[in-house]
């Protein structure tokens, strides 16, 4: 099972958990469709490809001000 710590991410970046949730699902459908446009198999679900690229940087979440503090 995949469990990668993501409090490293929520502190730095100073994001909610559910931006983060909602980032990783946006991202993973944009991997999904990509791959299908492709023609392309993925071997790894698209939902830990998403979130790989986002604790390693590659994707960056950008949360309004707005919703920091509810």
Known sequence: MFNPDVNPV???DNISR???VTA???RARE???EAEANGEIIT???VTLALD???DGEYQIVE???IRNL
């Open 44 to 46: 790894e679900k698209p």
């Open 10 to 12: 929520l502190e730095k």
């Open 24 to 26: 990783t699902a946006k």
């Open 31 to 33: 991997i999904a469709e």
């Open 53 to 55: 690229q986002i604790l």
């Open 64 to 66: 309004p001000e707005e």
């Open 18 to 20: 559910y931006s983060l």
